[in-house]
């Protein structure tokens, strides 16, 4: 088993940034994949972005310009930094990670915009 812990959500204004952290924990094996995943109120969970253990990287298109996505594979963590929020970007967001073809959801970290 695999643990997830997400930090860095809040609130903070339109235009503001904010970044956040997934720390993997337990019977790790590789962490092949890490990525977030994010759900507004009302709709579907989506991809915002992904990171494979050698770095190569996948955005959404809303994500490519102003979020990024990294890990630190010593820390087992990855990082999700987003600039130039608004108010779209509201809603709770979730680490996923891929570990020897078991998939691990965190519990999610809650980002509320203001305008």
């Known amino acids: 088993q695999v643990q997830l812990v997400e930090s860095g959500g809040g609130l903070v204004q339109v235009g503001g940034s904010l970044r956040l952290s997934c720390a993997a924990s337990?019977?790790?094996?590789?962490?092949?994949?890490m990525g977030w995943y994010r759900q507004a109120p009302g709709k579907q969970r989506e991809l915002v972005a992904t990171?494979?253990?050698?770095?190569?990287?996948n955005y959404a298109e809303f994500a490519k310009v102003r979020f990024t996505i990294s890990r630190d594979n010593a820390k087992n963590t990855a990082y999700l930094q987003m600039n130039t929020l608004k108010p779209e970007d509201a809603g709770v967001y979730y680490c996923?990670?891929?570990?020897?073809?078991?998939?691990?959801w965190g519990k999610g970290t809650r980002i509320t915009v203001s305008s």
């Open positions: 337990g019977s790790i094996v590789s962490l092949n994949v």
């Open positions: 990171i494979t253990t050698g770095g190569s990287t």
């Open positions: 996923l990670v891929h570990d020897v073809g078991m998939a691990y």
